[in-house]
Structures are given as C-alpha cells and as structure tokens.
C-alpha cells in the first residue's frame, strides 16, 4: 500500500510502498478516507519525543483517522467489515498517512452520522485532548472561569465549544484574524495576543488550558485563583507524566527537573499544575460523536490536501499558523460532503 513515511528523524516525508497491515487480536483494518495532520506528527518527524517514544524506521506517520473497516481480527467484538469509524490510532499504531491502517477496536469510535469523513478525520486526538483536559483532569463545573489558550487551534477550538457545553465561561487568546472565529465557536471573552496582555485582562479563573508553555504557561498562573488548575499540553512534563509513562530513572529525574520551576511557582500560588499527553480512547471518542450530532461541537477545518501533497500538509501545520485542522483526502474518490447513513 502506498503511505507517506520518514526513513529517519528530521528527514523529509516520502511517500513509499509499504507492507498491507494484518488485523492482530483486537485489531481491525481501516481503509483510510482521510487522515488530520497534529503538530505531533511534526515533533515526532524532528525526533523530538525520540527519548519517551522510540519508533523505528520507516516510521509512517499520522495518529488522526477516518474510514471503512475493511478486515477485523481475532477476538473483535465492536467492528464489523464495512463500518464507518474514526480515531486516534494508538502509540504503538500510528500511521495514518496511509492507505490502510491496522487499529485496536478500542481506539476507534462509530463516525458521527453528521460528518464527512474529512471532518470526522480531523477531530480525534484533539478532541480527545480538550475532553480529557477539561472533563477528566480539570472536572470544569457550570459557571466556572476557563482560560484556552490559541483559541484558533485545533485543539482550541474544540476546547472552546467543549467548555461551553459543560457551562463554564471561557475566555480565550487568538491572533487578530481570528478574532470572529472565537466569538463564533462561543468563546465570551476573546484576547488579540499580540496586541493586549491576557494576564492584565483577566483574574480568578479556575482552570487555564495552556497550549503554549514558556512564557505563556508562567503568564499562565497569574490569571488563575487559589485552588486552580493549570493544565498544559505543551509542557514541560511533570513527574506525574513520568509515572504515567512507566519513565525509568533518568527520564523521571530529568522530567522532574525541567517542570521544577513552573512547579514550585504555581505550589506558592497554591495552584495545581499538571501536564497532560492525551491517550487514544474509543469510548470517550463515541461520547464526543454524540455531541458532534447533537450539534454541540463541530470541527474546524483549515484546509484539505490531496494524499500526494501529505508534506505540504505537513509543513501547513508545522508553520504554526493553521486554523482549526488540517486534512489529508486519503482516498481519492471519497465526497466532501455530508456522510450518508
Ligand atoms: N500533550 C498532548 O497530548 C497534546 C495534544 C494535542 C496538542 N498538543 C500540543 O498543543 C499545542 C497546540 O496544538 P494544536 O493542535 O492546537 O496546534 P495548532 O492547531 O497548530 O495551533 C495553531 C494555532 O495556534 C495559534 N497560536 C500560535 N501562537 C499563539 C499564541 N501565542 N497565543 C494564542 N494562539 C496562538 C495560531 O494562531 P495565529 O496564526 O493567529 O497565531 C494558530 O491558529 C501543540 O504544541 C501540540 O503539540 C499536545
């Protein structure tokens, strides 16, 4: 099958003929529809998590997935040949910039009736990062104060419309162009980053979901009251992540060195900081589809690529500057409009 894959970290992205993927126990193979690229496929490609997640090479990359099951394996109860799914493959599955894809069932969730499967692709590992950011780790109350940072990003703007289900108020930071956006996706408070300074604007929030670490994430902790919650996505990993990640010695000590400062700074604030890196999770996915039907989230699509162009795609999102996701039309024949059930 024809995927787009790296022969090593930092080198360019390359499509390739690669081995068709077999359905292990649990496992079912998904013809790809289309793909979303995250920023994680970019630090993965410049090795950046080489220490915490060694892969070998050729690595396919790509997390982020919609299509058909077109095999199942042992053992499979969920899927049948011919369902329409998506997901976030999990770590030891990765590789979406592909034509077929083997996943662990409980990775994948039935597609939102509601969506293509260009929108479908392109809301998984972000939606899976605001719902455990804000439902599972923050436990965001009615009426509490949330701060999301890069509101126009594709986790963000997941972030926002999540949030505003769950009844809190949101305030979030955006680029001056997508000011409307945010307003539209719900947001009450909108903050033009570059022009205004989000910690002199606002005060007593109980949870900030911060996408951009350094300076942003220590900004970060003057907008939040005693007791809040500082929950970054970014980094720098802290030693909770370490634990989470089964990190041997070294990882553990160098983790718990670099958090150090944001750690003790939030600690005298008597605020909690944690790091949170989101995991592939079938049944919370099948809980965001419900919300994509009844019309509470809807994706934000930046652009979509044809398969051929999976680097420019790739280079879109590493740019920095996308709005909302990023996708990649796998199959070349599949409609861009609603899906039909
Ligand atoms: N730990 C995890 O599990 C996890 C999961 C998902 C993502 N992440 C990380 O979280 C970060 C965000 O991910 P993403 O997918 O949302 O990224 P993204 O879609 O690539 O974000 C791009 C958006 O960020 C905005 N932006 C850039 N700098 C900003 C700033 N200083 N303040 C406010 N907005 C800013 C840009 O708007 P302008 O063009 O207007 O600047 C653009 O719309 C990435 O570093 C990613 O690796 C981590």
Known sequence: MKAFAIDSYKAALRPREMPDPVAGPGEVVVAIAAASVNPLDVKLREGAFKLILPYSMPLVLGHDLAGTVIAVGPATRRFKVGDEVFGRAGTKHIGSFAERIAVEEADLAFKPATLSMAEAAALPLVSLTAWQGLVERARLQPGQCVLVHAGSGGVGTVAIQLAKHLGAQVATTVGPNNLVLAKELGADVVIDYRHEAFEKRLSGCDVVLDTQGGDVLHKSLKVLK???????????????????????????????????????????????????????????????????????????????????????????VASGRARGKVVIRVAPDFALGRAKR
Do not use: C
């Open 226 to 316: 005693a007791g809040g919650k500082l929950i970054s996505i970014t980094g720098p990993p802290d030693p909770g992540f370490a634990r989470q990640i089964g990190a041997g010695f070294l990882i553990r000590q160098l983790l718990r060195l670099v958090s150090l400062k944001v750690r003790l700074n939030a600690k005298r604030q008597g605020v909690d900081y944690s790091f949170h890196f989101m995991r592939a999770d079938g049944s919370q996915l099948a809980e965001i589809a419900k919300l994509v039907d009844a019309g509470a989230i809807r994706p934000v699509i930046d652009q979509v690529f044809a398969f051929d162009e999976s680097p420019v795609a790739l280079a879109r």
